[in-house]
């Protein structure tokens, strides 16, 4: 199974390229993560550049993936749940895309489109500091699962 985190933004601050590199690294070798960036639309993109950044993130879902969407509104997950997920996920074996959109958030379309709506919690982040939160959580998830000591939360 494989887990990417499909994102707008490129160009990461160093700190985040860490932060996410040291997360990834971290996951075992059978939940690979890959991180693909597409272009933002920008603040005041028309709905015509909104659709075209809904797309880029839309075509680099492969078929058959599961798509998650990090959304405000969505649900809060703890980490239990989302390690009962990621256990359910390798069970299927489809591909899993979390899917972070820019300071607009994700196009509805593509929001429509996903199978499940993930929140961080009522706090806002950047988008790019989503990815590191999101990496660390499918590590942490990870650890719960093959009983690491890494996971101490109650």
């Known amino acids: 199974m494989d887990l990417r985190v499909i994102s707008v933004g490129q160009r990461m601050p160093g700190w ?3 932060g996410w590199q040291e997360y990834a690294r ?3 070798p059978h939940l690979p993560l890959e991180l693909i960036e597409v272009p933002v639309a920008g603040r005041k993109a028309t709905g015509r550049e909104r659709e075209a950044e809904a797309q880029a993130l839309a075509d ?3 078929e058959r993936a599961r798509r998650i969407a990090m959304h405000g509104a969505g649900r809060p997950w703890s980490t239990e ?3 009962r997920h990621l256990a359910d996920w390798q069970q299927d074996g489809d591909p899993v895309c979390f899917l972070i959109g820019g300071a607009e958030g994700l196009h509805p379309d593509l929001l429509a489109s996903c199978q499940a709506r993930w929140s961080l919690g009522p706090a806002v982040f950047p988008h790019m500091l989503v990815r590191v939160l999101v990496a660390e959580q499918l590590y942490r998830a990870s650890t719960i699962l093959s009983g690491h000591p890494y996971h101490r939360g109650g």
């Open 26 to 28: 971290r996951l075992p």
């Open 16 to 18: 985040v390229a860490e």
């Open 60 to 62: 680099r879902i492969p």
């Open 81 to 83: 749940v989302l390690a």
